[in-house]
């Protein structure tokens, strides 16, 4: 995904189109977020007292579209790309991690790691429809759950990254 290209959903549209377009939004507005910054900026908690970063925001959403559209949608056993958060928790009942940043963390990393699990998201979801269950939590879940979900996670985590690369570098209106 070019972090230069923001694809804006249609405005006449079926369901899933839709549903699919919104989240290829929200994925696209975080990527340009974190584009152009140096590592010291990405890494920078400026919206204090929080101690969000940017980089932390990119490796967290890369946890969630793991469990999400891996762990849930696909049952498939996959370990966290990231330290589960302190206090424990896999990242299965929506406490993902990737909050916390290692001394080696870059983009670099970051971002490929987020891609490739959009990109299995992408994958996982084109054979099913959007009424299709998977187990969760005792009971069943469906995709259009999922990417419901999925949109409003990201649409917070976008507004994060708002306040924060404003406080980085004062950059705004992406």
Same mark, same amino acid.
């Given at each position: 995904?070019?972090?230069?290209?923001?694809?804006?959903?249609?405005?006449?549209?079926?369901?899933?189109?839709?549903?699919?377009?919104?989240?290829?939004?929200?994925?696209?507005?975080?990527?340009?977020?974190?584009?152009?910054?140096?590592?010291?900026?990405?890494?920078?908690?400026?919206? !204090?007292?929080?101690?969000?970063?940017?980089?932390? &925001?990119?490796?967290?959403? $890369? /946890? =969630?579209? %793991?469990?999400?559209?891996?762990?849930?949608?696909?049952?498939?056993?996959?370990?966290?790309?990231?330290?589960?958060?302190?206090?424990?928790?896999?990242?299965?009942?929506?406490?993902?991690?990737?909050?916390?940043? !290692?001394?080696?963390?870059?983009?670099?990393?970051? &971002?490929?790691?987020?891609? $490739? /699990? =959009?990109? %299995?998201?992408?994958?996982?979801?084109?054979?099913?429809?959007?009424?299709?269950?998977?187990?969760?939590?005792?009971?069943?879940?469906?995709?259009?759950?999922?990417?419901?979900?999925?949109?409003?996670?990201?649409?917070?985590?976008?507004?994060?990254?708002?306040?924060?690369?404003?406080?980085?570098?004062?950059?705004?209106?992406?």
């Amino acid at each position: 995904m070019s972090t230069s290209e923001r694809p804006m959903p249609p405005l006449l549209a079926d369901e899933r189109t839709s549903l699919e377009s919104w989240l290829d939004f929200y994925r696209a507005t975080l990527a340009q977020k974190c584009a152009d910054l140096p590592e010291k900026g990405l890494r920078e908690a400026s919206a !204090a007292p929080s101690p969000i970063t940017l980089l932390g &925001l990119l490796q967290h959403l $890369a /946890e =969630v579209e %793991r469990n999400w559209f891996r762990r849930v949608l696909a049952q498939e056993d996959v370990p966290p790309l990231h330290a589960p958060p302190a206090g424990g928790g896999d990242g299965t009942q929506g406490h993902a991690g990737g909050w916390e940043l !290692a001394e080696d963390s870059t983009h670099e990393q970051a &971002l490929a790691r987020w891609e $490739a /699990e =959009v990109a %299995r998201a992408r994958q996982n979801c084109a054979a099913r429809a959007l009424d299709d269950t998977s187990p969760f939590m005792g009971g069943q879940v469906t995709l259009r759950w999922i990417y419901t979900h999925m949109i409003g996670e990201y649409a917070r985590h976008c507004g994060h990254a708002d306040l924060i690369r404003e406080r980085v570098d004062g950059r705004t209106g992406i």
